[in-house]
């Protein structure tokens, strides 16, 4: 049986993006007809007109401007990003390739234990005995639901009949492509940031992949993301 790694991260390669600030004003501005003066403003200006934009919600600019990712995370991750219906994916399929043994173990700083009641769960560090617990029986699970898939194959059971008994928190890869628009309503979800207007008390391994999707999207909309940020974070 091939090697078990066990892993606490999440991976986002930024792949590929079409357009920037810029974009998001020009295709504002077409609307009084004066797209072509975008390249005489200046930076301030441009910050100060993104700013009134994302102020006042006028979200549509901001669908021109597409991001690409790839991101390696658990299935239980991709449940709940899943949820957002705004962006496309394309995953791995378990019916066309055998999966790798890659399965999340959370990390022991990861905080443990659930207080609260539904919609304002609060998280706290559990004890020693509950972070040793977590790990081993999540390890322990993982190799025997994986033994038992190595045992349907190699059985001659169809990839899409054994992946029935692997657990969720098995890695899965996928390709994402958002809008800057549909981002900025993930981020105002799935990041709980101080200050923000609508707090927001997301999974903390969903949160894990927010946080480097909101790093990369700064590399391309850098005035985009400040105002967002600056304004509450609530979604475009």
Same mark, same amino acid.
């Given at each position: 049986?091939?090697?078990?790694? %066990?892993?606490?991260?999440?991976?986002?390669?930024?792949?590929?993006?079409?357009?920037?600030?810029?974009?998001?004003?020009?295709?504002?501005?077409? =609307?009084?007809?004066?797209?072509?003066?975008?390249?005489?403003?200046?930076?301030?200006?441009?910050?100060? %007109?993104?700013? %009134?934009?994302?102020?006042?919600?006028?979200?549509?600019? %901001?669908?021109?401007?597409?991001?690409?990712?790839? $991101?390696?995370?658990? $299935?239980?991750?991709?449940?709940?990003?899943?949820?957002?219906?705004?962006?496309?994916?394309?995953?791995?399929?378990?019916?066309?390739?055998?999966?790798?043994?890659?399965?999340?173990?959370?990390?022991?700083?990861?905080?443990?234990?659930?207080?609260?009641?539904?919609?304002?769960?609060?998280?706290? !560090?559990?004890?020693?005995?509950?972070?040793?617990?977590?790990?081993?029986?999540?390890?322990?699970? =993982?190799?025997?639901?994986?033994?038992?898939?190595?045992?349907?194959?190699?059985?001659?059971?169809?990839?899409?009949?054994?992946?029935?008994?692997?657990?969720?928190?098995?890695?899965?890869?996928?390709?994402?492509?958002?809008?800057?628009?549909?981002?900025?309503?993930?981020?105002?979800?799935?990041?709980?940031?101080?200050?923000?207007?609508?707090?927001?008390?997301? !999974?903390?391994? $969903?949160?894990?992949?927010?946080?480097?999707?909101?790093?990369?999207?700064?590399?391309?909309?850098?005035?985009?993301?400040?105002?967002?940020?600056?304004?509450?974070?609530?979604?475009?």
């Amino acid at each position: 049986m091939s090697d078990i790694t %066990f892993r606490s991260d999440m991976t986002v390669h930024f792949l590929d993006f079409m357009g920037s600030d810029d974009s998001v004003i020009r295709a504002a501005k077409v =609307s009084t007809m004066t797209d072509t003066t975008v390249d005489e403003m200046s930076d301030a200006g441009k910050e100060k %007109f993104i700013d %009134f934009l994302v102020a006042n919600r006028h979200g549509s600019p %901001f669908e021109h401007v597409y991001l690409t990712f790839r $991101i390696e995370a658990p $299935i239980f991750v991709w449940r709940e990003f899943m949820r957002h219906r705004m962006a496309s994916y394309n995953e791995e399929s378990g019916r066309y390739t055998e999966l790798k043994p890659v399965f999340y173990v959370p990390d022991p700083d990861r905080n443990l234990v659930q207080v609260g009641k539904p919609g304002e769960y609060l998280f706290t !560090q559990g004890d020693h005995s509950q972070v040793r617990a977590v790990k081993f029986t999540v390890q322990d699970a =993982s190799v025997d639901a994986y033994e038992q898939y190595q045992y349907l194959l190699d059985s001659g059971i169809a990839r899409e009949v054994a992946r029935m008994v692997l657990p969720l928190n098995i890695y899965s890869t996928a390709y994402v492509t958002m809008n800057l628009r549909s981002l900025t309503n993930f981020l105002s979800l799935r990041r709980n940031v101080e200050g923000q207007t609508y707090p927001s008390f997301p !999974q903390r391994e $969903i949160e894990m992949v927010a946080e480097q999707m909101e790093k990369h999207a700064d590399s391309v909309a850098p005035m985009t993301l400040d105002a967002f940020r600056r304004n509450g974070r609530v979604g475009l």
